[in-house]
């Protein structure tokens, strides 16, 4: 779970950078699509990590709703890019962004809805 959601931050961070590429070079569109590829599997990767970290009757279900909650941020993500919808799609990476460095913290200190899954 937390080489899941590490990744994952990574991966929404250099989505950042691709996305500065996109607005000032040519070629970052392309960089920018093939980020977003990447960000969706990892999220994917991190809802199966949830799932196999959770054992029924031995911990929360939190994890698992957090990281469903983020594969409906991702999707929705995704969905505004190809629309173009740029006055959306970069605060909402801005938030997912945030929202993965919390999760990364809440993993690597024990705390909240991931104590048990960190153990």
């Given at each position: 779970m937390r080489v899941a959601i590490t990744v994952q931050t990574v991966a929404v961070f250099v989505q950042a950078i691709t996305a500065g590429l996109l607005l000032s070079s040519p070629g970052g569109g392309a960089l920018h699509k093939a980020g977003a590829y990447g960000v969706f599997f990892v999220?994917?990767?991190h809802v199966v990590a949830a799932i196999v970290g959770w054992r029924p009757g031995g911990g929360s279900p939190r994890p698992i709703l957090y990281a469903v909650g983020y594969l409906v941020l991702a999707s929705a993500q995704v969905a505004l890019g190809?629309?173009?919808v740029k006055a959306?799609?970069?605060p909402l990476g801005v938030l997912m962004f945030g929202m993965s460095v919390l999760q990364l913290v809440w993993i690597r200190t024990g705390r909240r809805a991931y104590g048990a899954a960190a153990a």
């Open positions: 999220v994917l990767v190809i629309a173009g959306v799609h970069v």
